[in-house]
């Protein structure tokens, strides 16, 4: 006799349990972790959105370059160099510094390396100071030079030579009407003076110094007055100006005070000749006579004075006042 509920098979168990879960609800999720499903969901579909806008952008800046390369290209090959102008004054010809800098109408004018043709005309051209290049639309090219200018002269071997302030050699001293205004810079030289070159001194320490003196006498605007500035001995630095005062500095410790000092007793001496010592270091002592220079050696300054006071020595604001 069979039972009024028929025996159910394994598989059709399974199924009507499950089926009674999901009426019951026992398998749904909860609402927590439903919640946090979603965000993930969400998170991972901005993510995606974020990284499509990225592409974009990056392939449409991508595109606006490749245009903008292509049409500056196009400029830089259509944009022609139609005239060269050269402004300032020099010993050169126009055709001399155009050529030099290696231009030439027909160039493309964006493709003109300016840093290139400055340093060309400098290295070719030692009688030029300074030089600028620029470029000017709509197909012009200008350069602009300045003439070198003797600065000072230095006796380098038997030959003395005109100096500009850049080191330049501009030929012999003798041939340059400019250079006779120019002090003498008395130092050691380790090589031949070469035209156009720049000079070599055999103390880098020595050459500093000498600079540093010329550029504060040009500030005070003495350098025209001065006839020798002399730093071939670093601790025993001086120079003379053209009335024959000689003014000794001593060393390079606090130069730049030394020789204010010295500027300040120069203006009161009013044109007086002797020695000023300004190496002490806030005071100056004067002694007064006629210093000449033996020109047998160029570096020495001897001091002829005169009798009735060439013992006397006082500084140079008490000599003065008196």
């Known amino acids: 006799m069979t ?8 598989k059709m168990q399974l199924v009507t349990k499950q089926t009674q879960r999901k009426n019951t609800g026992e398998n749904d999720v909860p609402t927590n972790q439903k919640a946090a499903i979603d965000r993930r969901v969400l998170a991972r579909a901005k993510a995606a959105r974020r990284r499509m806008k990225r592409r974009l952008r990056a392939l449409v800046i991508a595109t606006l370059l490749a245009g903008l390369f292509g049409f500056g290209y196009h400029v830089a090959q259509s944009v022609l160099v139609g005239k060269v102008m050269i402004e300032g004054s020099t010993v050169y010809a126009g055709e001399q510094i155009q050529r030099a800098a290696g231009l030439e109408n027909g160039q493309r004018l964006l493709l003109i390396n300016t840093t290139r043709c400055e340093t ?7 009688y030029i100071e300074s030089v600028r290049v620029t470029r000017h639309f709509p ?18 071997g038997e030959r003395e030579v005109a100096v500009s302030s850049s080191g330049r050699i501009l030929g012999n001293a003798a041939f340059n009407e400019n250079a006779q205004a120019t002090p003498l810079f008395v130092a050691d030289y380790s090589e031949v003076a070469v ?16 600079m540093e003196i010329l550029a504060q006498l040009d500030s005070y605007g003495m350098l025209p007055d001065t006839s020798i500035v002399g730093v071939e ?17 001593g060393d390079s410790i606090e130069l730049t005070s030394r020789l204010a000092l010295a500027v300040e007793c120069i203006s009161r001496l009013q044109n007086r000749t002797g020695v000023l010592d300004a190496s002490a270091g806030g005071r100056a002592s004067f ?17 002829s004075e005169d009798s009735y006071d060439a013992e006397a020595e006082m500084s140079a604001i008490k000599e003065t006042e008196q």
């Open 3 to 10: 039972s009024e509920k028929q025996k159910k098979s394994p």
């Open 139 to 156: 197909d012009t090219v200008r350069i602009r030079v300045e003439a070198a200018r003797p600065y000072y002269r230095a006796q380098v």
């Open 233 to 249: 001995n670093a601790s025993e630095v001086y120079f003379v100006l053209r009335n024959g005062l000689e003014v000794r500095l």
């Open 287 to 303: 002694k007064p006579g006629r210093a000449e220079l033996l020109r047998e050696q160029p570096a020495a300054v001897s001091l």
């Open 120 to 126: 060309a005309v400098w290295t070719q051209l030692p």
């Open 195 to 210: 035209d156009g070159k720049e000079i070599v001194f055999a103390s880098d320490k020595c050459a500093a110094i000498g």
